[in-house]
């Protein structure tokens, strides 16, 4: 069931249709599940959600396709995402995950969403020794770079006035 | 601050300065904000996500501007993102949120997360008179459409034998 | 800090005022939270929250403030709200609870995380022995006890045309 | 199914029924949500969440009723309700939502998830252009304007001492 | 239904037998829920799991059993868990919570997440007063105590040289 | 900062001590962290979650170091816990996370939090050829194989009479 009429084959848009084929060449398979049937209600959609999962879980990078199913499997679970718990357990038993490497997934996943809420109900603040948080340098607008007199700046910056001033004032309200 | 080091114009990368260029020039600013030059880290992603929030936001669709900014509010305060409150709060000021549309957000925004814990703590089940599932058709395969042979079929189609006994068994596990 | 400007008494309007001067006699105190502060941006809202807060966790009930504290703050952990954390930790304290009952508290709503992830990584089903779900009593009209003839019924009611047929519909696609 | 037993009007109390007679009047139907039955298990919950509901998405407001659905939504999907997403997606459609503007809205709820993840996995820093965060301006005690001498002071008032010391601890403290 | 087949005291490892051993003891029943038997596929994880519920919620501590049920059906109902909400509720009903318990637990369940996501949508700074945080004392390295000479630092310590150069640096990154 | 006094190993109690003398151990180093600090206010809660801290991330199973912290972070980075994202970055980084890693991580989890939502608004059914959910195999009483004769059962199976009647019952309100 779902709240849109699923498309089949047959009745999608071309746009639509063009992302089954790709769908259906990249994953060797006839068969489209309901995620993308759902989507092509609106083709636009279809083709985004497809092209990012594309991109970012099945070509090939860094990070190992089973790794990568892991975590995918740790924020639905998190999330308590039926649907993509089910659809990404079979993918990552297919990646080689069995029953053992399921249960180690979910103690981590349970370990740490216990571990976030103590941190968080004990308000704690960050070790300075950990603080992996780095000053984040100030913006240098990219005028000769881009080779254009820029005639336009952001509003705050107008009121505060001249850079100078503006560079007291962020000292001031720097949290 | 940021967990890696905010990208400038003058040390980001070609992929990553013709997003920057984009961005100036969709905004017709000068100014980027940090989470495209954090993105930078990883030049790809900054591409993709941008592509995303560009498309889906920024792009003329069927909602309005504002509509939209208040949409993606919504989702931010559920989800306590400091970040995003802060930019798109701004960004919704820019596009005619007054302080009474605000509060009217807040308040909704609320209200529904009360709405959801009361049907969560009661578990109601949906009204049939207002269930708005349609039940799923079964997907048709492509072949002829595509003008080729299938010659695999996803995995459990095999172990359960002839489409007959597959629709036997499907009746029985419905839910 | 805030994204509306925090009310004082002397600048809020006679709405606000109100229930600024309710607060401040049902707590004893001239000193009044920046939530309402805040709220006071649409008096109406203000008046709204105040109204449900002073109702189901000041007035007396037959759960005891203690209890409806450390309810509000599990809820408030489990949603890492900064605000709310500090302000009903403060709260708590007040009605009793120390550090060891703190530690309690967290260790529960840590525990209760990591539990609710595992059920849903595992996709558990309720024990029918421990479902406590009841079979909801079709809804029966008011018409006699109201007085009135209705001449209105829900769309899908008509749909299914006949009371009889909508029965058996009803029957089919129960879940 | 609920954890309660759903009303029916006849063996409502005297407080249900008036919220029920309200809720039939004001949306001209006979039919009663299953919500509202299950609150009725306790009536001043009924009557209270009634009221907000009433004000807050069925009174005319400054926000037109199909945008309050779509912010009620935005919420209700990011918590994967799916009793509030069925019932308040029949009450868009019935404000005019389409399929198309369906699928608009979930793919911003999917973007915001997604970009409020990023930037906390990126642990971002609000622009200063950008931040909407106001100072809170002190509080100022009602007493004159409440006409009476006040005799109490919140603790920490008392231990800072004087008001020039505890504007001096507050420089300090600020964050 | 579950991800994992649900063990059988048959079936089961010597180590998930002493489990359910000490469950059917401890709980003075033959029966073992779901949870226990899915948790079983990787017995370690079942011991940890059971030996957490055990100590947290069954052993007698300061809090008494029904506000401990209390607390873990908020989190329960926070994060939707249906699996979770209806063990819960069973338990809660065995330690005394009746309807009216049970409807004052899900109003202030409501409750909190309404105002969580009003403190966070208006960006509300804690007020100073009520604010429960206190500073850390630094860690003060365990030397003399353990009896042993460190031969071993922290990273950063290192970087920032002597203690002198690093409490400096605290106090300018302080936040 | 945070809302407990964070133990120094001077101040601690034995049983705290011994908690911290393993992490030392474990870790190799003098520098005890916030949260082992804080949590030393409750020793026995200390002891649980460092137990279970050591024995799921640190002890040596099937998922490699690295797997464990990006999974450990994917649930932090969806939960927002600055606390947790921070530390268990530093973690990762150790472990050899680069910054390319970090995005990738980062991008999977906003993916994920994204088709979470969208299945959930669409409200899709699980493929029947992709549902990993196993019937539940009804639970066999340990009676002989623990050697003593059962004086109790659930109080469900009380009233639904004999095994066969319960057998059927329950064929009828399977879901």
Same mark, same amino acid.
Request: proline residues 4%; charged residues 25%.
């Given at each position: 069931?779902?709240?849109?009429?699923?498309?089949?084959?047959?009745?999608?848009?071309?746009?639509?249709r063009a992302?089954? =084929?790709? #769908?259906?060449?990249?994953?060797?398979?006839d068969?489209?599940n309901?995620?993308?049937?759902?989507?092509?209600?609106?083709?636009?959609?279809?083709?985004r959600f497809?092209? @990012?999962m594309? *991109?970012?879980? #099945?070509?090939?990078?860094? +990070? =190992?396709?089973?790794?990568?199913?892991?975590?995918?499997?740790a924020?639905? #679970?998190?999330n308590?995402c039926?649907?993509?718990?089910n659809?990404?357990?079979?993918?990552? /038993?297919? &990646?080689?995950?069995? =029953?053992?490497?399921?249960?180690?997934l979910?103690?981590?996943?349970? +370990?740490a969403?216990? !571990?976030?809420? +103590?941190?968080?109900?004990? $308000? +704690? *603040?960050?070790d300075?020794?950990?603080?992996q948080? $780095?000053?984040?340098?100030?913006?240098?607008?990219? /005028?000769?770079?881009?080779? &254009?007199?820029?005639?336009r700046t952001?509003?705050?910056?107008? $009121?505060? !006035?001249?850079v100078?001033? @503006?560079?007291?004032?962020? /000292? &001031?309200?720097?949290r």
């Open positions: 069931m779902a709240l849109v009429k699923l498309a089949n084959y047959a009745d999608a848009s071309p746009e639509a992302v089954f =084929d790709d #769908i259906m060449a990249t994953r060797d398979t068969y489209i309901h995620i993308w049937r759902a989507l092509a209600v609106h083709p636009p959609m279809l083709k497809w092209g @990012q594309k *991109e970012i879980m #099945i070509n090939p990078s860094r +990070l =190992d396709p089973l790794t990568k199913e892991l975590i995918y499997l924020v639905s #679970i998190t308590d039926t649907y993509c718990i659809t990404h357990t079979a993918a990552a /038993r297919k &990646k080689g995950m069995d =029953d053992e490497i399921l249960a180690e979910n103690e981590i996943v349970a +370990l969403n216990a !571990g976030n809420r +103590l941190t968080s109900g004990l $308000q +704690l *603040e960050v300075e020794v950990l603080d948080r $780095q000053r984040s340098p100030k913006w240098k607008a990219a /005028r000769s770079a881009r080779g &254009k007199k820029s005639t952001t509003t705050r910056k107008r $009121q505060t !006035g001249s100078a001033s @503006q560079t007291m004032a962020s /000292r &001031k309200t720097k």
